[in-house]
Structure formats: structure tokens, C-alpha cells
């Protein structure tokens, strides 16, 4: 019960609160149960972007299921919730394969907006992050990316990298890669 609750949460922010109530157990159980399944494989946590590792570990988390095969997609599903999942999905399949490229992986939200992810090999070296955002849409042509390109502007960050459903492009400080090239 608790694994299926993860996996329709897959991708999202991550309110132990709210599921221990849903699934009438104690926030410290469901903690366990949550590090049971990361040590099992079957899930991964990422955590707000910090320098801080003990900040770190007190804010916002999401999840993401080691595999996006777990979810059953329903056909009978309304257009946009399906295109809505099939957008956490897309997500949940970079993190998996980005968080076998990195070392360290994460996502980083201020006041209400949100890079999908945050990649280093060494935190300490803030030029080599990478910034990498999920729009898994027909087209992000009209897509604004302020946030994304001021925290890049402010790290002096070169370029930054969008996963799209088909398109490709290299602008001035972005690169637009399918999801399906990514390795």
C-alpha cells in the first residue's frame, strides 16, 4: 500500500505528513519505511538544492521510483491528468538516468518556483553544476525560463539544459536535448 502511495507520487514534493495520515501510520514509521524502500532500490529521494548538508536534510524532498515502469497508467485517464503523469514519469526517468551520472543530485525550489534538478560531481565546484529542467511537451518554443536562467546567471553558469519530448536545439545559454538522447 505505502510503495503505491510512492509511486502516484513519483516526481512530486513529498508531504510525510499528509501520507502518514492517508496511510494511518506514525510520521517516524513511514520515515522507515521510506528508507527501507531507498535501500532496497526502489525508490530514490532528492533533496532541495543547499550547500548545507544538515539544511539539507530538514527541507522540502521529493521521490522518485527507481523505475517508471511500476506505474500503471490508465487508459481511461482525462487528456490532461495523463499528460500531466506522463510528465512526472519523464521526469522520474531523467532523475534515474542523471542520478546514475552525478554523484550528487538535486532539485532547488525558491518561492514557489522550481529547477527540476541540481547535478555536480563536486558540490564545491559551483561552476561545473549542471542545470537541468524536464518540459516533456509537443513544444516549449513560447516555454519561459527566467528562473532557471538567473540562478545560472548568478552561478555563472554557461549553459543549461532543457529534456524535451522531440525537439533539439542550441541557443546562446540553452541546450534543448529529446529525453530519448539522453544516456
Do not use: C, M, W
Not at 543530485?105 to 553544476?129: P, T, W, Y
Not at 545560472?152 to 532543457?162: D, G, L, P, R
Amino acid at each position: 500500500f505505502l510503495f503505491e502511495i510512492f509511486i502516484h507520487k513519483t516526481g512530486n514534493a513529498l508531504e510525510l505528513q499528509n501520507i502518514a495520515s492517508e496511510a494511518e501510520i506514525d510520521k517516524k514509521t513511514l520515515n522507515k519505511y521510506l528508507e527501507y524502500f531507498q535501500s532496497s532500490l526502489l525508490l530514490n529521494v532528492a533533496y532541495n538544492y543547499t550547500k548545507s548538508f544538515r539544511k539539507r536534510h530538514r527541507q522540502l524532498k521529493k521521490i522518485y521510483v527507481a523505475s517508471a515502469n511500476f506505474y500503471f497508467l490508465e487508459k481511461k485517464l482525462d487528456a490532461v491528468i495523463r499528460a500531466q503523469i506522463i510528465g512526472h514519469l519523464a521526469e522520474t526517468h531523467a532523475y534515474n538516468l542523471l542520478n546514475k551520472n552525478f554523484e550528487y543530485l538535486s532539485f532547488l525550489r525558491k518561492r514557489g518556483k522550481e529547477i527540476d534538478f541540481v547535478a555536480a560531481d563536486n558540490l564545491l565546484d559551483q561552476k561545473n553544476l549542471k542545470l537541468i529542467e524536464v518540459k516533456y511537451r509537443e513544444n516549449i518554443d513560447k516555454e519561459k525560463f527566467d528562473f532557471i536562467e538567473s540562478i545560472a546567471k548568478k552561478k555563472k553558469i554557461e549553459k543549461y539544459i532543457v529534456f524535451s519530448k522531440k525537439q533539439f536545439a542550441i541557443e546562446d545559454k540553452k541546450v534543448v536535448l529529446p529525453l530519448f538522447l539522453a544516456y
